[in-house]
């Protein structure tokens, strides 16, 4: 059983388009995040939520809004898609609080066309 | 803030070689420190996570890092390399309650047969 299930694994959209990804988590966490890495493997985190509450929102532009329906989702929509906004998005949950570490989707590669 | 440094971009060995990335972190405060790698085209995996205590963890797949608090470092270190090992290593910090999931830039280690 999947702790941490993304949705799609992949994802090929032209320029302008609006698409969501979306994330679910059975572990019970409370935090989840969005992490994009770039061409070069770099991780970059893009949102945090905390009890369906946002706690950091790093540098992104507003085109990307975190969306949680509940505590075990956590999706990612993106309007007016741009060709640098191809890369793979990673979601993960994390028990805030404890000694345990962040458990991994398994990635959604993200094309512009 | 947290931040993480991984001293070596590119790696690349010969089997049977030793292997040893370096980590550095910046946190004031005690911190959870984790190894995680990344296979071509999967997800991120665990392979170490150092708490508390015995600053020497062992992980799996052969892995261990050794926890110097003064340097403020987390190395990651195999005795001998094996070709499965090709991957993306990152190292990660997480400072405790409140604080953020930080990766730092990921190392390639290419293993040549």
């Known amino acids: 059983d999947t702790a941490v299930s993304q949705t799609p694994k992949y994802l090929v959209t032209q320029m302008g388009n609006d698409k969501s990804i979306k994330c679910e988590q059975n572990l019970g966490h409370d935090t989840m995040y969005w992490y994009k890495q770039d061409s070069k493997k770099f991780l970059k985190i893009m949102f945090s939520?905390?009890?369906?509450?946002?706690?950091i929102n790093e540098t992104v532009p507003n085109r990307f809004s975190p969306k949680s329906p509940d505590k075990a989702h956590l999706n990612l929509h993106i309007n007016s898609l741009e060709l640098g906004d191809s890369a793979v998005y990673f979601c993960a949950s994390f028990p805030r609080g404890s000694n345990t570490e962040a458990f991994f989707g398994q990635g959604t590669r993200l094309t512009v066309v | 803030a947290q931040s993480v440094s991984q001293h070596n971009h590119h790696v690349i060995l010969s089997e049977a070689a030793s292997l040893e990335l370096g980590c550095n972190y910046s946190y004031g405060g005690t911190v959870n420190l984790f190894w995680y790698v990344q296979y071509p085209g999967q997800h991120l995996q665990l392979l170490l996570k150092?708490?508390?205590?015995?600053?020497l963890v062992k992980g799996i797949k052969g892995f261990e890092a050794e926890f110097i608090k003064s340097k403020f470092s987390f190395n990651l270190r195999k005795p001998s390399v094996q070709w499965s090992d090709t991957a993306e290593y990152f190292c990660a910090v997480n400072g405790g309650y409140g604080q953020n999931f930080v990766f730092g830039p990921g190392t390639r280690l290419s293993v040549l047969p």
């Open positions: 150092y708490f508390s205590g015995d600053p």
């Open positions: 939520y905390n009890n369906k509450e946002l706690i």
